[in-house]
């Protein structure tokens, strides 16, 4: 199963871990990069990732996220038909920078995107072209999956 973590998703493990909904998303995101790196989910990566995290000012953050461009099976790049379909994202409300994450993700076939921006989780709720979840439903996705086999 092929799937896109976006920024804030990579970064939620470096936020403070005093609320529980953190450090559910970080539990379960930290999960997902297991799965990750024992092969039986790929992940997508994209110049969209490159640029917002350069722009991070920790390093220590900058470099672990970086780390995960080698393990994902695509390295997608904007081209027009992510530019297009960003576009369309926008009309419907996803910020620009938001709009290009999913894009990518779409173009690359992810099957699922992973974030924890609530904003984007409501705009993106009733989109058929992918499905949109934070890392904890991600993994009761991945338990009901389990469950039917």
Known sequence: MRIYLDICCFNRPFDDQSDLIVRLQTEAKLHVQ?????GALDLVWSAIMDIENSANPDLNRKV???DWQQIGVVDMSVNELVEQKAITLSKIGVKPMDALHVACAIEARAEYFLTTDNAL?????KQDSIRVVDPVDFVRVLKDKNDED
């Open 121 to 125: 989780l409501r705009k993106m709720a």
């Open 64 to 66: 672990t996220i970086a």
């Open 34 to 38: 297991e799965m990750v790196r024992q």
